[in-house]
């Protein structure tokens, strides 16, 4: 039998996963504002916006940034480039 057939116990995980409403709801109220930058979002709160993903995970604390939310807002070109 392949390995790939092998049935593998599934392990939950410890940390639980928690519902993100709030977040997605600020990222549709707010987001067109942050257009072409990427945004952390944790509950109703921004706590950092930057084109740049590498300095926006270097600009918030590890712990702060536990369960963000981490998006990308596209621009007008972005989305028409993912049409073509």
């Known amino acids: 039998m392949s390995k790939s057939l092998v049935k593998h116990p599934v392990k939950k995980s410890a940390h639980p996963v928690r519902d993100h409403t709030q977040e997605w709801a600020w990222i549709a109220k707010h ?41 990308y807002l596209e621009t007008a070109e972005d989305e028409k480039m993912a049409v073509l």
């Open 31 to 71: 987001g067109d504002a942050y257009r072409g930058q990427w945004v952390m979002v944790r509950y109703d709160r921004l706590l950092a916006a930057d084109p740049n993903i590498r300095s926006l995970l270097s600009r918030v604390p590890t712990a702060e940034a536990a369960d963000a939310v981490v998006w």
